[in-house]
């Protein structure tokens, strides 16, 4: 069977020799059909560049933060301008439409100014090679402008910015925090130096677990928490190592509590009570092997905050080391002993705390922010109602 990729070589080579012929009869010069269908195919890689230069001169005319700046064409990699914006950015659906737009703009704007010059010129050669380059510009540009085309494209994001652009914002946000999750598990279990399989160890599945989190593999997110019923699954076991089962309860304590905790007071959404105590479970699996680590004290203070047991959670975080744990531990152990006082009322503490955590996790500070502003402090976990008799 043949691959898909010798597919594409064998497709793209059958054009390129089409073109070849049609160009040969156009020019009638074996010479001038070569040179003017080469000029037409290495103009694919400056209307990608250009495509990316129109990304990039609206996000600075837009003020849209610029994270990377990829343009590698033919080798496989996805080429883009990655933005960064704030969620609560001023008009921020418009600028990232117009973002969006830019690439495709600057693709079909080229394309009009190749035909024109292709009509104006009276070499057959030249005429070819200009009118050839404005077809690939068109295609390139209307072809990003298509939503199916990939689940990526500029049309893809434009359709979500401008059909639910307040489900697009809060998918933003929802992005943003799991990064700052995924940046204090790293804080507490360091990545293996190298790939790890579900399949191995108990710290080799929660390696790949993580990973996989991280990126989006899973096919769904019942996956995910399939998995992560598997690995508390090992952290109860008697088998398992102490050491790694504490790894997996604070891994999964932090994972999905500071989500409840993002469900319950941005979304309004408690979770239900067995999952509280779920979460205290595998809490005190971690703190119970390893009390003096600030991981884990996070972890059990996480899971204390979800029992409405501030004062339990405010204790286990007063002594916080920050030239010695990890600035993002440090930071996360901040805003939850910051979300612990203003429960209890001590707003002044609160926005200390908040201070003192800095700005690395403006997610996190925006769930200790709607806290202190709520009257009365919202539930967080949500009581199963009584069976009728």
Known sequence: MISSRRRLVAAAALLVLEAVAFALFVTESVTGAIVAVGSTCLSVWVHVVL?????????????????AVRVAPFTGRRNEVVV??????????????????????????????????????STPMARLALLGAAVVAAL?????????????????????????????GAGL?????QEEISRTLRAINPPLGHPVGAGEDPRGALAAFQQRWSTGRA????????????????ARADTTDPVAAAAIGQALTVQFGLWYLHAAVVNGAPVDRREVLEIAEL????????????SARVAMSLAHLLNHRPEQARSLLVDVRPGVDPPDLCGVAFLLRAAAEC???????????????????PRLTEVVAAIRAADPA????????????
């Open 51 to 67: 495509h990316e230069c129109g990304h990039l001169v609206a996000a600075k005319l837009l003020r849209l933060p610029v994270v």
């Open 84 to 121: 960064r914006p704030a969620p609560s950015a001023t008009a921020l659906p418009l600028r990232m439409v117009l973002f969006y737009l830019a690439g495709p703009v600057a693709n079909l704007c080229a394309a009009a100014g190749l035909a024109v010059a292709g009509a104006s010129t």
């Open 140 to 168: 390139l540009g209307v072809l990003n402008l298509v939503p199916w085309m990939s689940p990526r494209s500029d049309g893809r994001n434009l359709l979500r910015w401008l059909s639910t652009p307040t489900a697009t």
């Open 173 to 177: 946000r929802a992005a943003y925090y």
């Open 219 to 234: 096919q769904s997110a019942a996956d995910l928490v399939a998995e992560a019923e598997r690995l508390a699954a090992l």
């Open 283 to 294: 809490a005190q699996i971690a703190f119970r092997v390893q009390p003096h680590l600030l």
């Open 343 to 361: 429960q209890l009322g001590n707003h002044a503490d609160a926005d200390a705390l908040v201070r003192a955590a800095g700005g690395g996790h």
């Open 378 to 389: 919202p539930p967080l976990f949500a009581v199963a109602p009584m069976a009728r008799t």
